[in-house]
């Protein structure tokens, strides 16, 4: 068969539309997907056609230019076209913040709300009581100032953003002061001193890198006065100075400085921030509301900073707060104000859907107990060693009885709370190690991984590790279906 009768047997995308198989889908995704679908199929079909040798001719499989099956090709590309790039997966990794996994899970209330607010129209801002225009920014705030103490509050989209409105709002045009000890990298590009630079402020470092004083960010505080006395030859030495606007102290989440150390304290700073008349912020970051110490986690909490007097003070929404991405502001009402009528504001703002899930997840907070039980995040750090061992084994069972090819055991570990919180917190817990048949850990790994609802291991000492820390007991049925071949696609 020659080359121009192959291309001459081609369905048109016209015939190809007819066909039985597409006929639902037509109704379901639109015409214009179909037909777009169809086309791709015989551009590619042609163009192989094209590429084809003479030799090589006699070995196209003609069955390739049926009408039903370039339908059914098509109808395909349409499903493949159709999925998703954000779904659901299962966190058996054991690091309960997992960046790449989202964070923190939301308690079942914010879900919920989340549906509920997200479904329809929302009083996002508008005052049904007064019948007219309300604020985005009334929603959570008053809740915030009764959980924490402060006199007010504001969301904006993450505590990156966060640090850049307090910043600008607080400190454009002068000087911020910040320990060494304190310029940290949360993440890619986020770093203290070049939010710092974005926000309009001038960074005023003091301290060494291990040990800053009380006395270091008293002697680097510069009046109006003093600013105007810098002369002409400390500006072309690239020395000028700026009137203080802020001291700043940032909570190293991520990292930790042992050994010969030394920081000025949040009551510290508050009594150098009143002498001079300067406010005090506070970038917590981790977002904790309530004393966790008795289960390992000694870690600032936002309700006892704020007591110490500080002016502002942020944190993340999604890291150990447990709630949705968003960065919280609060402290005092004046400089709360300036944030709220600030430009960016309306930049960083955040949805109906954060509020919605936020205000869920804070209403928690008004029982310790409560969201203790309620909040995932919490939950998990929480868990008792015990727990875990329990709760691996009724896993083990389950994976045995949905495949009883497999070899486990159950194994001590110690899993982590991530999301750049609490670095060198270990939580004691218990993992099921699983081996099947000759498969390699990298290969089991695989198969779970591509499952139709994936699981996400780890692989310690070339064994896989499924972590019970991080996985929702209504979840054990799905780990357990990715231990089957015939639901991954490898």
């Known amino acids: 068969m020659k080359k121009k009768d192959l291309l001459r047997g081609i369905p048109k995308v016209d015939e190809v539309i007819k066909q039985e198989t597409l006929f639902f889908l037509l109704e379901e995704k639109g015409c214009v997907a179909v037909t777009e679908a169809c086309r791709a199929v015989i551009d590619e079909l042609r163009k192989n056609i094209i590429k084809l040798?003479?030799?090589?001719?006699?070995d196209f499989d003609i069955a390739r230019l049926d009408i039903c099956k370039i339908a059914r090709d098509a109808a395909e590309m349409i499903e493949e076209n159709e999925k998703l790039n954000l779904f659901p997966i299962i966190?058996?990794?054991?690091?309960?913040?997992?960046?790449?996994?989202?964070?923190?899970?939301l308690c079942k209330d914010a879900v919920d709300n989340v549906r509920e607010v997200s479904k329809g129209y929302s009083s996002l801002e508008y005052n049904v009581e007064k019948g007219k225009r309300g604020s985005r920014h009334d929603l959570v705030c008053k809740l915030i100032a009764e959980l924490t103490g402060a006199e007010d509050a504001m969301v904006v989209n993450n505590n990156a953003s966060a640090t850049l409105i307090v910043l600008a709002a607080l400190g454009k045009d002068k000087e911020v002061v910040v320990s060494r000890g304190e310029l940290v990298e949360i993440g890619g590009a986020f770093r203290i001193p070049e939010i710092m630079s974005q926000s309009g402020a001038y960074l005023q470092e003091v301290g060494t890198s291990n040990k800053t004083k009380p006395s270091d960010y008293e002697n680097a505080?510069?009046?109006?006065?003093?600013?105007?006395?810098f002369s002409m030859l400390d500006n072309m030495r690239g020395t000028k100075r700026f009137e203080t606007g802020a001291l700043m102290k940032v909570h190293k989440s991520n990292y930790d400085i042992?050994?010969?150390?030394?920081?000025?304290?949040?009551?510290?700073?508050?009594?150098?921030?009143?002498?001079?008349?300067?406010?005090?912020?506070?970038?917590?970051?981790?977002?904790?509301?309530?004393?966790?110490?008795?289960?390992?986690?000694?870690?600032?909490?936002?309700?006892?900073?704020?007591a110490t007097g500080i002016d502002i003070i942020l944190f993340s929404g999604d890291k150990l707060l447990g709630g949705p991405q968003a960065g919280i502001i609060a402290g005092k009402k004046e400089y709360i104000e300036k944030m709220k009528k600030h430009p960016l504001a309306r930049v960083i703002r955040v949805d109906k859907m954060c509020f919605a899930a936020l205000?869920?997840?804070?209403?928690?907070?008004?029982?310790?107990?409560?969201?203790?039980?309620?909040?995932?995040?919490?939950?998990?750090?929480?868990?008792?060693?015990?727990?875990?061992?329990?709760?691996?084994?009724?896993?083990?069972?389950?994976?045995?009885?949905?495949?009883?090819?497999?070899?486990?055991?159950?194994?001590?570990?110690?899993?982590?709370?991530?999301?750049?919180?609490?670095?060198?917190?270990?939580?004691?817990?218990?993992?099921v190690a699983v081996e099947y048949g000759k498969m390699s850990a990298q290969g089991i790994e695989l198969m779970i991984r591509r499952a139709d609802v994936p699981v996400i291991g780890r692989i310690h000492e070339d064994r896989l590790l499924i972590c019970v820390r991080t996985i929702d007991e209504r979840e054990f049925e799905d780990v357990a279906k990715a231990f089957k071949l015939g639901n991954c696609k490898i």
């Open 221 to 229: 505080i510069i009046t109006k006065e003093q600013e105007k006395d």
């Open 359 to 431: 205000e869920a997840t804070l209403m928690k907070y008004r029982d310790e107990k409560i969201a203790l039980r309620d909040i995932p995040v919490l939950n998990m750090i929480s868990a008792s060693k015990e727990d875990m061992k329990l709760k691996a084994k009724r896993l083990e069972e389950v994976l045995k009885k949905a495949n009883s090819e497999l070899t486990t055991e159950l194994v001590e570990v110690e899993d982590q709370i991530g999301g750049g919180s609490a670095p060198t917190v270990r939580l004691p817990g218990f993992a």
């Open 53 to 58: 040798k003479d030799e090589d001719l006699a």
């Open 91 to 105: 966190n058996a990794t054991g690091t309960i913040l997992h960046t790449n996994l989202g964070r923190a899970p």
């Open 258 to 306: 042992v050994g010969f150390t030394e920081e000025a304290s949040l009551e510290d700073l508050v009594e150098i921030g009143k002498k001079h008349n300067l406010p005090v912020i506070f970038d917590m970051g981790n977002g904790l509301m309530i004393d966790m110490q008795e289960y390992g986690l000694k870690e600032p909490n936002v309700p006892k900073s704020l």
